[in-house]
C-alpha cells in the first residue's frame, strides 16, 4: 500500500481504497491489476469511484490509463450516475476524466434512463459532462439520437443539431419518429423540449 501512496502523494484530493498490487514495470510506468479508488473534494465530499480490472499510472504524464471501467458519480451520499466504458483516461491531478468506447450512462431510477456514446469527457470543476460521437438516449418513452449532447448538473440533457426522436407506444413499440433541432431532455420531469434556432418555436412534450 506504501507504493500506491507515494504514487498519487501529488494528489491535491484524497483518495482511499487502491489496490496494492502494484507491478512497477519500468521507471515511467506502474501497472496495477485491480484499481479501486475513490476520489474527494476538499472539503471531503465523494465526489466519484473508479473500479477497473487493469490499469497503469504513467508517471511522466501524470495520468492513470484504466482498462473497463466503472465509475460512479455522487451527489450527497448517494450514487446519481455509473458509467462504463472500454477504457478511460485520468488526468490533470484526477480532474479530468475521459471515456471511451461503448461508454453507457444510467440512472438509478426505477425505470432506467440510459445514454450512450462513443466518448465522455468530464472536468470535475465544471458542473457539464460532454458525450460525443452516436449519442442515444432511451427510456421507456422515448429515444433521442444524435451526435453531441450535454448533461448539466440540473439534470437536463441537451441534445445538439440535428436530433432525431422517436416515441414510444404503450407496447415499448416505436410509434412516432420526427428529425428535430436542439432537444433538451429533463431526468427530471420526464419531459423533452424542442427550440428552433429562431427562439420562437418551442414544443414540449411530457411523458
Same mark, same amino acid.
Not at 31 to 40: A, H, P, Q, T, V
Not at 57 to 65: A, C, M, P
Not at 168 to 180: A, C, L, M
Not at 190 to 197: C, D, M, R, W
Given at each position: ?55 497503469? &499510472? ?64 468530464? @472536468?470535475?470543476?465544471?458542473? @457539464? ?9 432511451? =427510456? ?33 413499440? =416505436?410509434? &412516432? ?6 432537444? &433538451? ?20 412534450? &411530457?411523458?
Amino acid at each position: 500500500m506504501n507504493k500506491i501512496y507515494r504514487l498519487i502523494i501529488f494528489l491535491s484530493f484524497v483518495v482511499v481504497g487502491c489496490s496494492p498490487s502494484v507491478i512497477e514495470e519500468n521507471k515511467a510506468i506502474q501497472k496495477i491489476e485491480r484499481l479501486d479508488m475513490n476520489i474527494f473534494s476538499k472539503k471531503g465530499d465523494k465526489i466519484y469511484s473508479i473500479t477497473s480490472p487493469k490499469s497503469s &499510472y504513467n508517471n511522466s504524464e501524470l495520468e492513470f490509463e484504466l482498462k473497463k471501467p466503472i465509475i460512479n458519480i455522487f451527489e450527497g451520499e448517494e450514487t446519481k450516475y455509473i458509467i462504463s466504458s472500454e477504457e478511460s483516461t485520468l488526468s490533470d491531478n484526477n480532474k479530468l476524466l475521459n471515456l471511451e468506447g461503448n461508454v453507457k450512462l444510467k440512472t438509478l431510477k426505477q425505470d432506467e434512463d440510459i445514454l450512450y456514446a462513443d466518448n465522455f469527457i468530464w @472536468n470535475i470543476e465544471e458542473t @457539464n459532462y460532454l458525450l460525443e460521437g452516436n449519442i442515444r438516449f432511451e =427510456n421507456k418513452n422515448i429515444i433521442l439520437n444524435s451526435s453531441k449532447a450535454k448533461l448539466g448538473s440540473d439534470n437536463i440533457i441537451e441534445f445538439f443539431n440535428p436530433v432525431k426522436y422517436i416515441i414510444k407506444d404503450g407496447t415499448n413499440e =416505436n410509434k &412516432y419518429e420526427i428529425n428535430s433541432e436542439n432537444a &433538451y431532455y429533463n431526468l427530471d420531469t420526464e419531459s423533452v423540449s424542442f427550440t428552433a434556432n429562431d427562439k420562437r418555436v418551442k414544443s414540449i412534450i &411530457y411523458f
